[in-house]
């Protein structure tokens, strides 16, 4: 029988899914209280102080954040694709230091080679075009 909607898949990284399942749910608070203090900020609204210690906005933010993280956690699909972009990326064949150290090299020295070489051919067209439209005046 195939998955039910309602159930939560097992999975191998179930440590490593909540804990990306919290920090989504962290940075959706903060740009929630982010934005109710800029629309508070706007239309010179009050952001009073809830139960004499969280602002309004940062009350609503942590709301946001938890009910985020929960209903992200009991998405099937969105455990599943992060289950399986996890597996995936424990299978990349990451580069050694040196080898981005090398490639890292071989990028800047070729910019800096490009940007030489446009240099100097802006300075000879610069003065190509100065020897021919300046020449007789």
């Not at 009050?46 to 709301?63: F, Q, Y």
């Not at 946001?64 to 699909?77: D, E, I, K, P, Y």
């Not at 230091?97 to 030489?116: K, M, P, Q, W, Y």
């Amino acid at each position: 029988m195939d998955n039910p909607s309602n159930e939560i898949s097992p999975n191998n990284n179930s440590q490593s899914i909540t804990f990306l399942f919290v920090i989504s749910g962290i940075v959706i608070g903060y740009f929630v209280d982010s934005l109710v203090v800029e629309v508070c900020a706007n239309r010179h609204w009050e952001n009073p102080v809830v139960l004499g210690v969280l602002s309004a906005s940062t009350a609503a933010a942590v709301v946001v954040a938890g009910a985020s993280f929960f209903v992200l956690l009991r998405n099937v699909r969105a455990t599943d694709f992060t289950d399986e972009v996890i597996s995936e990326l424990r299978k990349v064949a990451w580069p050694s230091r040196d080898e981005t150290v090398n490639n890292t090299l071989i990028v800047i020295g070729a910019t800096v080679f490009f940007s030489l070489l446009l240099a100097f051919y802006d300075f000879a067209w610069a003065k190509l075009t100065g020897l021919f439209l300046y020449s007789g005046a």
